[in-house]
């Protein structure tokens, strides 16, 4: 499960914390995530997609991201060979290409 492996390295806590988004979901929001699949999410849109990630994400697997872009084909995509999650978002040339995107698709 995609929760399992962002909390993998994560000891004790990782339970907890991987399931609380589920929990949430399913009592306030009535959404079961156990049930959602960003790739068929995904392949059913019609819209500009642009997926970014890092090979050496320590949270979600790159492939993760090559599932979602096989799903579909039109999706831009950036994969950078260093970096860790959530913190791609520093760099200048991160906040170059999102601009370039929205430049382009807006």
Do not use: C
Request: glycine share 2%.
């Amino acid at each position: 499960m995609l929760l399992d492996t962002i909390y993998a390295k994560m000891g004790p806590l990782k339970y907890p914390l991987a399931y609380l988004p589920q929990w949430y979901t399913k009592i306030f929001l009535k959404i079961d995530l156990s049930k959602q699949s960003p790739a068929r999410s995904i392949a059913e849109k019609d819209i500009p997609i642009f997926i970014i990630h890092s090979e050496k994400d320590s949270q979600i697997p790159a492939l993760h991201a090559e599932k979602l872009l096989r799903t579909q084909p039109r999706a831009q995509s950036w994969v950078i060979e260093a970096g860790e999650h959530g913190q791609l978002s520093q760099s200048s040339e991160y906040q170059r290409r999102i601009v370039q995107f929205f430049e382009k698709n807006l």
